[in-house]
Nanobody, 117 residues
């Protein structure tokens, strides 16, 4: 099974940028559909951005035009470039891997992103 480790979270001012990354290991990276989710305090976990099984991308309306998901199959990583950050983007960001055949989902431990002045 795949193991996921996120990195790159931190504190950033409103309007700033941050990049979070997820490194996958333990299985063939190409077997998984990758995505990013987030969970703010007191709220449910929500989709931020994901690849589909056809390798297109889907974004939450709240991040369209500001966030970009990318995947590096050579490095077994998926990243999320976040620009024009807002305080409401503050959350723990989680990497998710969904197996293309079994549809089983795996999650990383999360990385905290805080947007505050």
């Amino acid at each position: 099974q795949v193991q996921l480790v996120e990195s790159g979270g931190g504190l950033v001012q409103p309007g700033g940028s941050l990049r979070v990354s997820c490194a996958a290991s333990g299985d063939t990276f190409g077997n998984y559909v990758m995505g990013w989710y987030r969970q703010a305090p007191g709220k449910e976990r929500e989709l931020v951005a994901t690849f589909t099984s056809g390798s297109s991308t889907v974004y939450a309306d709240s991040v369209k035009g500001r966030f970009t998901i990318s995947r590096d199959n050579a490095k077994n990583t998926v990243s999320l470039e976040m620009n024009s950050l807002k305080p409401e983007d503050t959350a723990v960001y989680y990497c998710k891997a969904r197996h293309r055949v079994s549809f089983r989902a795996y999650w990383g431990q999360g990385t905290q992103v805080t947007v505050s002045s």
